[in-house]
């Protein structure tokens, strides 16, 4: 799916949005009604395309910034241990009491 959503076993639905994200991501300013009618006519509703906006919108500024920021990627030991760590402990980090 990574290299052709196109070609990829997902639905028919799923490649809709896809492609629907895809412009937003590459074209934002070029995203008009008929885009918007083509992933609805998927089964797709506003609230959903409104979610798969923000998040597009989202990771584009989370890449911005960390690479305007430096941002150091982790070493693969450093995703291992952080998945453990939220696999055993949760997303949340409680302070001490």
């Known amino acids: 799916?990574?290299?052709?959503?196109?070609?990829?076993?997902?639905?028919?639905?799923?490649?809709?949005?896809?492609?629907?994200?895809?412009?937003?991501?590459?074209?934002?300013?070029?995203?008009?009604?008929?885009?918007?009618?083509?992933?609805?006519?998927?089964?797709?509703?506003?609230?959903?395309?409104?979610?798969?906006?923000?998040v597009c919108a989202l990771f584009n500024f989370y890449n911005r910034w960390i690479a305007g920021n430096g941002v150091q990627d982790m070493t693969a030991f450093g995703y291992e241990m952080s998945g453990r760590r939220i696999a055993t402990e949760g997303y949340v980090h409680e302070a001490p009491k």
Do not use: H
């Not at 937003?24 to 009618?37: E, I, K, Q, S, T």
């Open 1 to 54: 799916m990574l290299e052709n959503y196109e070609t990829a076993p997902i639905s028919d639905a799923e490649k809709a949005l896809l492609k629907f994200v895809a412009k937003v991501n590459r074209r934002p300013d070029g995203v008009d009604l008929a885009d918007v009618a083509e992933a609805r006519s998927a089964g797709w509703s506003d609230e959903a395309l409104y979610d798969a906006i923000s």
